[in-house]
């Protein structure tokens, strides 16, 4: 089983690793209500040869890494978590000096988030949204079926439970992987990358677009865009949601006050440009965003 690194703001970077059998758990107060994990602050583990040893523990964990720790570095904290899926993880805070800004470039990127298109570029490349929840519906609706049929408080309910878990666990896990990889090349390609300021908890009350919209993950898209600039000294810029960026001509700027959410292309009669309505859009976020630093 692989780990998946967990980032934070430099100096500062998780690496994560999934632990083996070899050794005996930490325990917890609640297996349904509190969250399964525990701190251990410097005092509490021995790190040795790239072997990590938590309190009252004879024997050093066996981990896989999700990647090697950077050379030289010393863990300050390291927790140890679990999730639905019971998969058991270590993380650890070490300072990482291998986070450097990168050199300059001249690119400037408008990004419009979408459900059809994952993002769409102001240079006019879409990139397709994958639907991880969509392709593994059809095995997550057999397996809560499978889960509702079984007599609570049982054993054959725990493990159909566990299989739900499964399932999600592996959503997620390719969700995350995919955004990383996206988000990675946005901000290594550009210097300043210009987003919409979306109030995702806001749209998730539309339940007809609900599931989507929470597979799509624009709130983690949002942070990782934040965090990846911040540690490559890049500038990642929102712009104002209420900002007409779909209605606005890119050439013109006039805005087309009739334009319905049903429209994906228009013509604007002031210029007679023809407009993709996702392109229009991220164009006009950069040029907002641009504007407004």
């Known amino acids: 089983m692989r780990a998946v690194a967990a980032d934070t703001a430099p100096p500062s970077r998780r690496v994560r690793g999934v632990l083996g059998q070899a050794v005996r758990y930490p325990r917890f107060k609640s297996k ?22 938590l309190a009252k523990m004879g024997t050093p964990l066996n981990i896989v890494w999700s ?34 800004p990168l050199p300059p470039v001249d690119a400037e990127i408008g990004v419009d988030a979408g459900i059809t298109s994952l993002l769409t570029l102001s240079t006019g490349k879409k990139i397709t949204n994958p639907r991880y929840e969509r392709t593994d519906r059809r095995r997550l609706a057999k397996a809560q079926r499978d889960l509702s049929r079984k007599e609570k408080g049982s054993n054959n309910r725990a493990k159909a439970r566990m299989k739900v878990a499964r399932i999600h666990a592996r959503i997620a896990d390719r969700r995350r992987d995919h955004l990383h990889k996206l988000t990675t090349r946005l901000v290594r390609e550009n210097q300043t990358v210009v987003v919409e300021d979306l109030s995702v908890r806001n749209m998730l009350r539309n339940h007809r677009l609900a599931r989507v919209i929470s597979d799509a993950a624009w709130s983690d898209l949002r942070r990782m865009l934040e965090y990846k600039a911040a540690w490559y000294g890049r500038k990642m810029i929102p712009v104002d949601r209420w900002y007409p960026s779909s209605k606005t001509c890119s050439a013109c700027r006039r805005i087309n006050t009739t334009l319905t959410l049903g429209v994906r292309a228009w013509t604007c009669p002031g210029r007679e440009a023809e407009h993709d309505r996702d392109v229009n859009a991220a164009r006009n976020i950069l040029a907002a965003g641009l504007a407004e630093r």
């Not at 863990?75 to 450097?100: K, N, Y």
């Open 67 to 100: 990647r090697p720790l950077p050379e030289g570095a010393e863990p300050s904290t390291v927790t140890v978590s679990r999730d639905a899926a019971g998969r058991w993880f270590v993380s650890i805070l070490v300072e990482d000096p291998t986070v450097e």
């Open 32 to 53: 349904r209500k509190s969250r399964a994990s525990a701190e251990f602050t410097r005092s509490a583990f021995r790190w040795r040869d790239g072997r990590l040893t």
